[in-house]
């Protein structure tokens, strides 16, 4: 993203002094929490899905409705995450992140793996470049988040409205696959609802039988495993 020139703040939760590090060494700015969501543009929540209830209450009351909020969770509940029912008896992830947070967020960049984000983007019309979901109800919120996906260097798809995002979700066909946008769309369409948890909660098994250091291209394997597509 600061490749494609935007202008980055990166904030955690022990403060500006906190995240000064890792702001140095990827070249954006350290904030802290306040500021990083004052004055911008987009949004990005990059942290565990509990965690989003214990943002402060206060935290985005300035900031305009129209600004989008990116939410890239993932729920693994028993691998790192406690039990939270409303997501157990299947309510969406992220409908349930945008209820904690009072405010719609748009789903995205949660179906791709952090080498893959890092390492595998294209640009624009390369024949291999992979996709990535992206699911909400805003429409100008949505194609502002797509455009962000493009700039990145990836294909976005759009995964239809919030209520639908759970296609998109841990274990799911369209999951961390290294997928183009014809097999993404086609995870999409083949997921299953309330199929994928017993395939996630499999996941400490099968990463088990990874061994300690799995290579990016095995964890794909691993993930494509889970679905016939």
């Avoid at 900031?63 to 990116?70: K, W």
């Avoid at 595998?120 to 979901?133: I, N, Y």
């Amino acid at each position: 993203m600061k490749a494609a020139g935007h202008a980055i703040r990166v904030a955690n939760t022990r403060g500006r002094e906190g995240v000064q590090r890792l702001a140095e060494e990827i070249g954006v700015t350290a904030a802290d929490v306040h500021e990083a969501v004052k004055e911008t543009e987009v949004i990005i929540l990059a942290i565990p899905l509990p965690a989003m209830a214990k943002l402060p209450a206060e935290l985005f009351k300035g900031v305009p409705r129209d600004v989008p909020i990116i939410d890239t969770s993932n729920y693994y509940p028993g691998l790192r995450d406690p039990q939270i029912q409303e997501i157990d008896g299947g309510m969406p992830e992220s409908v349930w992140v945008s209820k904690e947070l009072g405010r719609p967020v748009i789903k995205a960049f949660n179906n791709i793996l952090a080498y893959s984000l890092a390492e595998r983007g294209q640009p624009e019309g390369a024949p291999d470049r992979l996709a990535v979901a992206v699911a909400g109800d805003d429409a100008n919120a949505k194609r502002i988040v797509m455009a962000l996906v493009n700039e990145t260097g990836f294909d976005p798809v759009d995964a239809g409205s919030l209520d639908e995002s759970w296609r998109q979700q841990p274990s799911t066909p369209a999951y961390c696959c290294d997928y183009d946008v014809l097999m993404m769309r086609k995870g999409l369409a083949e997921a299953i609802k309330n199929g994928a948890p017993k395939k996630r909660d499999r996941m400490p098994e099968l990463f088990a039988k990874l061994g300690p250091n799995p290579r990016h291209e095995e964890i794909v394997a691993m993930n494509r495993s889970l679905h016939s597509l």
